[in-house]
């Protein structure tokens, strides 16, 4: 059999199933595509992926690329789209069956059914390896029966599904299946942008790639024993160690969930196991919650009236977007964030519910827009987690009791000796 495995959101090759079942060919290749779709101009005017996450992805190629290669498993890495490229390389290569990470929203869905289309003798295996707890191991019949309240989810959860194992690789392929892929992994500027350098106020100045991700494992849970204190800290603002900062690598797939837990259990072993240790992985559950969530909404997870399919009066005023955008409102707090997230494409996560609560619910602006433009920065950018939490912070997800922020008293309490504030405004007045 030759196989092909597709790396779309997967980008590792510890704890990949696809890569596993992929690895019993005779003949085995893998494939990468910077797809169009992804690097064009949304509705409202933004690049969908902006430099930031670019420039990760290109680390994370290479660190990909690097390791398939001790694996003998050449990587072909493309730019455009991959109706045209995978199907070249499954015909080019007579590849009987196509491995990739199952994915089931709008655009993602619709890239493989147009390669599908296209290379009808050919066998797709999509499965799901996003999740800390499998979709074949959580206690409902059915998507639709997934609870709109996170803790009935996560309580239910946590009694009756075991995370599972990591999915060792037992051998490499031959030395000749390292075969000359005449592709190279674009540039910056091949993708369209301007070289730059991160800003050195950066709260995320780490490189893609699973090294990288588990260099920072090392630091956080090892080195400095973060872990430990992780609940008492997590809301912080300033510098690398408030979180855990894995979010970018979680979210292209160099590291799994399922590693990220294992390693904690490990760390509760060894050196402590208290609320902070619990809590890492309580917030890995609210992510798997919200791919829960797309799972059953589906696509109702991009509309304007969300989940709830609750009406408001939604705005779409340029001032106001201009100014939220380039961090001239006038809430100093919401300001701070926004500058931190245009220049560094990394924003706390109790920045992130400030000026989205603003947005939407102080400012009554479209919440789709401020979506997209999360979309277009975040180093760290989910499809899920992105939608999801913004349709909680705007009144149309899962938010129960509805909330809206007080900037002020939010600023107060998380950065009363303004610290935060100074370090992105310094050049402004507030
Ligand atoms: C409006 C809004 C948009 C967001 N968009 C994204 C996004 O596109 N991608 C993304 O990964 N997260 C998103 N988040 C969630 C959260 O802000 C980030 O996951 C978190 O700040 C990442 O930092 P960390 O890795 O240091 O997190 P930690 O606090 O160390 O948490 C560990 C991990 O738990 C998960 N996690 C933590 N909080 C959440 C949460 N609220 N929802 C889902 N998962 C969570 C993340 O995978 C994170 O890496 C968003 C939150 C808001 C309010």
Redesign the pocket.
């Known amino acids: 059999m030759n196989n092909i495995i597709w790396f779309r959101n997967d980008l590792r090759i510890e704890d990949n199933i696809s890569l596993v079942h992929a690895m019993k060919g005779k003949k085995v290749i893998a494939y990468y595509c910077f797809e169009s779709l992804f690097f064009k101009e949304d509705i409202y005017g933004f690049k969908r992926t902006e430099k930031f996450r670019a420039k990760f992805l290109i680390e994370t190629l290479k660190n990909l690329k690097e390791q398939l290669k001790q694996l003998h498993i050449p990587l072909f890495v493309y730019q455009g789209e991959s109706a045209t490229h995978l199907t070249q390389l499954i015909n080019l290569h007579q590849i009987d069956n196509v491995y990739l990470q199952k994915e089931w929203t709008r655009d993602e869905q619709d890239i493989v059914n147009m390669v599908k289309n296209k290379a009808r003798s050919t066998t797709f295996i999509e499965t799901f390896d996003q999740f800390l707890f499998h979709p074949e191991d959580i206690p409902y019949s059915s998507y639709d029966s997934i609870p709109e309240i996170f803790t009935s989810f996560r309580k239910k959860c946590e009694l009756t599904v075991k995370v599972r194992p990591i999915a060792k690789i037992t051998h490499t392929l031959p030395l000749d299946n390292l075969i000359e892929t005449h592709t190279h992994i674009p540039t910056i500027t091949e993708l369209g942008f301007n070289e730059f350098t991160v800003d050195k106020r950066t709260a995320f100045p780490f490189k893609g790639g699973t090294s990288e991700a588990k260099e920072r494992i090392d630091h956080y849970f090892w080195k400095t024993r973060k872990l430990a204190y ?1 609940k008492k800290t ?1 809301n912080g603002l300033v510098g690398t160690d ?7 690598w ?2 292209n797939g160099s590291i799994s ?1 399922r590693m ?1 837990f294992w390693e904690v259990k490990h760390f509760e072993k060894e050196i402590t196991k208290n609320q902070d240790t619990y ?2 992985i309580f ?2 559950i ?2 798997d ?2 791919k829960y969530i797309s799972l059953k909404h589906q696509n109702t997870i991009f509309l304007q009236q969300g989940i709830l399919q609750k009406k408001y009066d939604w705005k779409n005023t340029k001032s106001i977007k201009t100014d939220w955008i380039n961090g001239m409102t006038n809430e100093p707090f919401v300001n701070a964030n926004m500058k931190e997230l245009a220049m560094t494409g990394w ?4 920045g ?2 400030n ?2 609560s603003f947005w939407s619910k102080e400012k009554e602006q479209d919440w789709r827009i ?2 997209a433009y ?2 277009s920065m ?1 180093i ?11 349709m ?2 705007s009144g149309v997800g899962n938010d129960p009791r509805d909330r809206k922020f007080n900037i002020k008293i939010q600023a107060e309490r998380y950065d009363g000796n303004g610290k935060y504030q100074r370090l992105w405004l310094q050049d402004t007045l507030f």
């Open positions: 992780y997590r408030y979180s855990s900062k894995l979010s970018p979680l979210a969930p990220i809590w890492l917030e890995l609210w992510r919650y919200f924003m706390s996560n109790r992130r519910q000026v989205a401020g979506a999360f979309e975040l760290d950018y989910d499809v899920h987690s992105n939608y999801g939490n913004w909680y912070a």
